[in-house]
Each structure stands twice: as structure tokens, then as C-alpha cells.
């Protein structure tokens, strides 16, 4: 996410993600939030992010990794 930001410039919007097969759709609660905490950590600034997972959403999410995932940005975002 640095790198990108860093080369996109801050007044583009990027689109910060998750794996969305191995993680979001294959993955546990605890899984989704680790990811999204290191997605948060590779970057200082989360102005102008819209965090999502790369791709889009896949086939077979559960509710349960869809929550994990919107409570751990809301977490890591204050």
C-alpha cells in the first residue's frame, strides 16, 4: 500500500485490500482481521482508501468473516 501510495501520489484514491479468496471467503475471523491490521500497518495515512477485498467479494463469504472484516476496519481506522 506505501509503495502504491507513494507512486500514485495522495490525491488518488486507492482501493486497500484483502485477499478476497484465501482470506475473506477461506479464511477465519481471526484471519480477516489479521489481514486488515496489516493492510492498516502498511500505510500512515488512510485518507482518501477505500478498503475492500482486491477483486471484489468472492462467491460463499460468510456473515461471519463480512463482520470480522467491517469491525476490524472500523477498529484499525481510529
Do not use: C
Not at 11 to 27: H, K, M, T
Not at 32 to 39: G, W
Amino acid at each position: 500500500m506505501s509503495e502504491i501510495r507513494n507512486l500514485a501520489g495522495p490525491e488518488v484514491i486507492l482501493l486497500g485490500n484483502i485477499p478476497p479468496r484465501d482470506i475473506l471467503a477461506g479464511g477465519t475471523p481471526q484471519q480477516v482481521d489479521e489481514a486488515v491490521k496489516k493492510a492498516f500497518g502498511e500505510i500512515k495515512n488512510y485518507d482518501r482508501i477505500i478498503w475492500s477485498a482486491g477483486g471484489g467479494m468472492p462467491q460463499d463469504v460468510n456473515d461471519t468473516n463480512i463482520h470480522a472484516f467491517l469491525n476490524a476496519v472500523k477498529k484499525y481506522s481510529k
